[in-house]
């Protein structure tokens, strides 16, 4: 109905370090009709719990482009022309990752996240940055795949996914794996 915002109460919360999700959802007027959001909002309580957010979305976006181009590159899915998009994908967010790691905010004890480590090192953790920064730029730089390029495009995407895991390695505790 025009101009009602229904919420729709929703099961199945989760709560997770300072973010609690509301046992809502929320419906997203427009073209298509009143759709419903399945995603439920968030109650983020501090600065920690705000940054944090903010980085796992950011590094979720970087893994899909990384995962995007692992697809084509190593599983042979024919999508060579978007690989430029992905690379260049990675090398600008690549400048947004030291930036939500400023403030202190580790994940809780024995919690997925950030270690504690990394504030106690923050030397270290900027030199991965750096890293990074530059080997996804050396990524976005490479010229459109054609056959004869790959093993330059497999060469720099293996850089890339090396300072992922050499920063994690450092300073991510993971989920328990399933
Ligand atoms: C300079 C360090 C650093 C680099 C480089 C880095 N990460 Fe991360 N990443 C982290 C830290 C620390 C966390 C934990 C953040 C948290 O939960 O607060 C993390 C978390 C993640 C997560 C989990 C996000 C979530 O939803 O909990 C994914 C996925 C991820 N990184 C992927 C990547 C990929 C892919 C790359 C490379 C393209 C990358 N990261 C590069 C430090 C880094």
């Known amino acids: 109905m025009q101009g009602v915002r229904a919420i729709v109460i929703a099961v199945g919360a989760f709560a997770s370090m300072s973010m609690q999700a509301r046992a809502e959802h929320e419906t997203v007027a427009g073209p298509w009709g009143e759709l419903k959001d399945h995603v439920s909002p968030l109650v983020l309580k501090d600065e920690a719990a705000r940054d944090t957010h903010y980085r796992r979305h950011l590094m979720r976006t970087l893994s899909g482009h990384l995962r995007a181009i692992e697809a084509v590159l190593r599983y042979d899915a024919d999508y060579a022309g978007a690989l430029k998009v992905h690379a260049r994908g990675i090398s600008d967010l690549s400048h947004l990752v030291p930036a939500p790691f400023a403030q202190p905010s580790p994940a809780d004890a024995g919690r997925p996240g950030a270690k504690p480590a990394l504030w106690a090192n923050a030397d270290k ?19 459109a795949l054609e056959g004869a390029n790959i093993e330059a495009w497999r060469a720099s995407f293996t850089l890339v996914r090396h300072e992922c895991l050499a920063c994690h390695q450092q300073f991510r505790t993971f989920a328990p794996q399933r």
């Not at 953790?125 to 010229?143: C, Y």
């Open 125 to 143: 953790f900027q030199a991965h940055a750096a890293g990074f920064q530059k080997a996804a730029a050396a990524l976005g730089d490479l010229p």
